[in-house]
C-alpha cells in the first residue's frame, strides 16, 4: 500500500491545529459572514492538503438561491468540506460526528447541528430550529440519505426534514456530488461506508492522491404548496439523474 508522504501528513496536523485555535480563539468575536469566510477558506484548504481538486458545474446556469434548504447526496466526510468550500452552511449531521477526533469537535464549533438516530422528538427539536436559522439568513444544508452511500448509487430520501423548507417557505437548493480518478472512474478512496472509521478514510484518500471531486448544482426547486414526501421523491430524482445514476 502507498506511504503517505510526511509532509503531507504535517500540512495536515497543522491545517486542524490552526482550525482548533480559530474556533476556540477567534471565532467568539467574529460575525457571521466573518465566521462564513473562515470556514469556506478553511475547507478549500483542508480538501487541497487531502489532494482533492474541485470542480463546480452549474446545470441550466443554475444559479445559488438565498434563502433555501440545501441537499447533497452523501458519499463522504468530504462533503461538508467541498460544499463548505463554495459555500458555508451550517450541516445537519448525524451525532456520532460529534466524537470523531478533531473534526467532531471543528463540526461542532462551526455551527453543525447534531441529530440522534431514530429519535423522533430529536427530529422535531432541530426542524423547528432549522426553520429559526433559514429566517436568520443562514445556509442550512442536509443529506437527506441520512448517511453515505456507495458511489453510483443514490439512497431513498427521508422526507422529514424536507418539512423545513416547506414552513420556512423557501426552495430547495440541491446539489449532487461525485469524485472521479484521473481516468475519469469513480475514485476507489472516496466511498465512507461500512463499518470504517473516518481515520481509515482520511488516511485512505492521502494515499490516493490525484481526487478529483465535481459539485454539480441543479436548478432550485419552490416548496410552495408542495408536501415534504413529494420534495423528497423529486429532489432524489434530480440528483440521481444529474448523477447518471437508475435506482
Not at 487541497?48 to 463522504?76: D, R, Y
Not at 441529530?115 to 436559522?133: E, F, H, P
Request: hydrophobic fraction near 50%; glycine fraction near 6%.
Amino acid at each position: 500500500m502507498r506511504s503517505i508522504p510526511f509532509f503531507s501528513l504535517l500540512r495536515l496536523a497543522v491545517h486542524l491545529g490552526v482550525g482548533l485555535v480559530k474556533c476556540g480563539l477567534l471565532f467568539p468575536f467574529l460575525d457571521h459572514a466573518g465566521k462564513e469566510r473562515s470556514i469556506q477558506k478553511w475547507s478549500a484548504q483542508l480538501i487541497a492538503i487531502c489532494g482533492v481538486t474541485l470542480q463546480l458545474n452549474n446545470v441550466a446556469k443554475a444559479e445559488p438561491v438565498s434563502p433555501a434548504l440545501i441537499i447533497c447526496n452523501h458519499i463522504s466526510w468530504l462533503d461538508i468540506f467541498v460544499i463548505n468550500s463554495v459555500h458555508a452552511c451550517r450541516f445537519v449531521a448525524k451525532s456520532d460526528i460529534r466524537d470523531w477526533p478533531l473534526i467532531g469537535w471543528l463540526c461542532d464549533k462551526s455551527g453543525t447541528i447534531f441529530i440522534a438516530r431514530g429519535k423522533q422528538r430529536d427530529v422535531r427539536r432541530i426542524y423547528a430550529g432549522l426553520v429559526q436559522s433559514i429566517h436568520n439568513g443562514e445556509r442550512v444544508a442536509f443529506f437527506p440519505e441520512g448517511t453515505t452511500a456507495p458511489q453510483g448509487t443514490v439512497l431513498p430520501f427521508h422526507a422529514n426534514l424536507f418539512e423545513a423548507a416547506i414552513e420556512a417557505q423557501v426552495p430547495v437548493q440541491a446539489y449532487a456530488i461525485r469524485y472521479r480518478d484521473a481516468a475519469g472512474n469513480y475514485h476507489p478512496a472516496a466511498d465512507f461506508i461500512g463499518e470504517m472509521s473516518f481515520m481509515e478514510s482520511m488516511l485512505m484518500i492521502m494515499r490516493h492522491p490525484a481526487m478529483h471531486a465535481e459539485l454539480i448544482r441543479l436548478p432550485a426547486v419552490s416548496s410552495t404548496g408542495a408536501h415534504r414526501r413529494e420534495l423528497a421523491v423529486t429532489m432524489h430524482a434530480k440528483i440521481a439523474q444529474a448523477l447518471e445514476v437508475k435506482n
